[in-house]
T-cell receptor, first 109, second 111 residues
Framework: GQQVMQIPQYQHVQEGEDFTTYCNSSTTLSNIQWYKQRPGGHPVFLIQLVKSGEVKKQKRLTFQFGEAKKNSSLHITATQTTDVGTYFCAGYQGGKLIFGQGTELSVKP | NAGVTQTPKFQVLKTGQSMTLQCAQDMNHEYMSWYRQDPGMGLRLIHYSVGAGITDQGEVPNGYNVSRSTTEDFPLRLLSAAPSQTSVYFC??????????FGDGTRLSIL
């Protein structure tokens, strides 16, 4: 069926290390959205990618959308303790916004 | 601006009881949806609506009903609660395929 897969499920890093989470869809996506959820909170929108091969940056965060519009990645350079949380990708499949399972990031100071 | 408001924030039910989770938004968004979040499962879509009077099933609709009589409100009904429905429930809204605005969630425990 329709799926959005995200890996890894967990990532533990030392503060200052880089972090990457990957998202793959079983179908071509019109766009892909990324969200961050802090522990105990609700998902908060980070960015939306629309174009094939698109790359967007937000300070230390770099988002990429694959050429085939079926995969995406989020890379954080030099993680900080404020980056702790779960990062979700999401894409529309058949009119439904489907979320990946999320990658939980913990950062050791 | 209230955004997306969910009530209640916490609820404990007994197996077999019914209840309604409320969701209201004041942004005139046509797209509203309900997700449940369980450890390791991410956010799974239960039901969604693209406008008043229109609803459709998501990934895990069984055991839940929804209706959309107004643009603002999108309640989620548990018909006969089961322990497997213990979860955190999030309501979200958006303009079409634009970014979702989430409520604070309802933490539901079913004994």
């Amino acid at each position: 069926g329709q799926q959005v897969m995200q890996i890894p499920q967990y990532q533990h890093v030392q503060e200052g290390e880089d972090f990457t989470t990957y998202c793959n869809s079983s179908t071509t996506l019109s766009n892909i959205q990324w969200y961050k959820q802090r522990p105990g909170g609700h998902p908060v929108f980070l960015i939306q990618l629309v174009k094939s091969g698109e790359v967007k940056k937000q300070k230390r965060l770099t988002f990429q959308f694959g050429e085939a519009k079926k995969n995406s990645s989020l890379h954080i350079t030099a993680t900080q303790t404020t980056d702790v949380g779960t990062y979700f990708c999401a894409g529309y499949q058949g009119g439904k916004l489907i979320f990946g399972q999320g990658t939980e990031l913990s950062v050791k100071p | 601006n209230a955004g997306v408001t969910q009530t209640p924030k916490f609820q404990v039910l007994k197996t077999g009881q019914s209840m309604t989770l409320q969701c209201a938004q004041d942004m005139n968004h046509e797209y509203m949806s309900w997700y449940r979040q369980d450890p390791g499962m991410g956010l799974r879509l239960i039901h969604y609506s693209v406008g008043a009077g229109i609803t459709d099933q998501g990934e895990v609709p069984n055991g839940y009903n929804v209706s959309r009589s107004t643009t603002e409100d999108f309640p989620l009904r548990l018909l006969s609660a089961a322990p497997s429905q213990t979860s955190v429930y999030f309501c979200a809204s958006s303009y079409g395929y634009q970014p979702q605005h989430f409520g604070d969630g309802t933490r539901l425990s079913i004994l």
